[in-house]
């Protein structure tokens, strides 16, 4: 019997540096962003399969693709670990960031679900890129997870889509992470993407804060993001949503292609 090897990454530039490097086996790019939109807290996969294509079918980057497409895509990746056969090897490539990080939460979540043994690798770079060189070194330096590690990563996922900030520092206290050492970075610079008494994450508040810095122009402000973070992880178009809520909600002013406090 051929062992089935399943490799996930985040992103085609990734996955086309894994291609140059010589890997074998199935591949599949997940392609979602937990960090914004209703993230439903339950265990029913399908109702939270529907929620996430309704929320992502309003995104103009996806303008024509309906939600029942993007709903098959959804369900694609999921299946894609939930139907692993026993003893397959499943390889997980992610870098250091949030967005990376809950993805991987996402990911070990779902193999709390399979009753069946497979054994699951995974290499994450310490940074917010993996780079060629990763891909080359990755093959000795992965670490393999355990059945503890999917629990902790289900739990950290539970407290996430929650936005428990109290539940996810009680987790972090008693929960080394010591094969995922970057979830629990990850885990506190979640925390403060959770909205203010005045509706506003971390995020938000940077972008106020460039803003008021003279940054007016969008390329200034999701350039100047970056400064702020040890892993960036914020794309153009997230950011463009993020700033189109500031406007909404009274934050921001948009005149012509420059933002200004009101």
């Given at each position: 019997?051929?062992?089935?090897?399943?490799?996930?990454?985040?992103?085609?530039?990734?996955?086309?540096?894994?291609?140059?490097?010589?890997?074998?086996?199935?591949?599949?790019?997940?392609?979602?962003t937990y960090l914004e939109g209703p993230l439903p807290d339950t265990d029913d996969l399908d109702v939270f399969r529907n929620a996430r294509a309704e929320y992502l079918s309003h995104f103009d980057e996806l303008?024509?693709?309906?939600?029942?497409?993007?709903?098959?895509?959804?369900?694609?990746?999921?299946?894609?670990?939930?139907?692993?056969?026993?003893?397959?090897?499943?390889?997980?490539?992610?870098?250091?960031?949030?967005?990376d990080q809950t993805i991987l939460m996402r990911i070990l979540y779902l193999l709390n679900w399979k009753d069946t043994a497979i054994n699951v690798f995974l290499y994450c770079c310490d940074g917010n890129c993996?780079?060629?060189?990763?891909?080359?070194?990755?093959?000795?330096?992965?670490?393999?997870?355990?059945?503890?590690?999917?629990?902790?990563?289900?739990?950290?996922?539970?407290?996430?889509?929650?936005?428990?900030?109290?539940?996810?520092?009680?987790?972090?206290?008693?929960?080394?992470?010591?094969?995922?050492?970057?979830?629990?970075?990850?885990?506190?610079?979640?925390?403060?993407?959770?909205?203010?008494?005045?509706?506003?994450?971390?995020?938000?508040?940077?972008?106020?804060?460039?803003?008021?810095?003279?940054?007016?122009?969008?390329?200034?402000?999701?350039?100047?993001?970056?400064?702020?973070?040890?892993?960036?992880?914020?794309?153009?178009?997230?950011?463009?949503?993020?700033?189109?809520?500031?406007?909404?909600?009274?934050?921001?002013?948009?005149?012509?292609?420059?933002?200004?406090?009101?």
């Open positions: 019997m051929v062992e089935t090897e399943l490799h996930i990454l985040n992103g085609e530039y990734a996955l086309e540096l894994w291609k140059q490097c010589g890997f074998q086996g199935q591949s599949l790019v997940w392609r979602e303008a024509g693709i309906d939600k029942s497409r993007l709903y098959r895509h959804l369900l694609k990746m999921d299946e894609a670990v939930l139907l692993l056969p026993t003893e397959a090897t499943l390889m997980l490539w992610f870098d250091s960031c949030i967005f993996l780079g060629k060189t990763d891909f080359i070194q990755g093959d000795s330096r992965k670490v393999q997870l355990q059945p503890h590690d999917w629990a902790a990563a289900r739990e950290a996922w539970t407290l996430f889509i929650r936005k428990d900030a109290d539940g996810i520092m009680k987790l972090l206290e008693r929960e080394p992470f010591e094969r995922l050492p970057k979830m629990k970075k990850a885990l506190l610079r979640c925390i403060d993407e959770i909205p203010d008494q005045n509706g506003l994450t971390r995020t938000q508040q940077q972008i106020l804060e460039l803003v008021a810095d003279g940054r007016h122009e969008f390329m200034k402000i999701f350039e100047g993001l970056d400064d702020f973070e040890e892993y960036p992880f914020l794309g153009d178009t997230a950011c463009q949503r993020l700033l189109d809520q500031l406007v909404q909600n009274g934050f921001l002013l948009r005149r012509e292609n420059r933002y200004e406090l009101p």
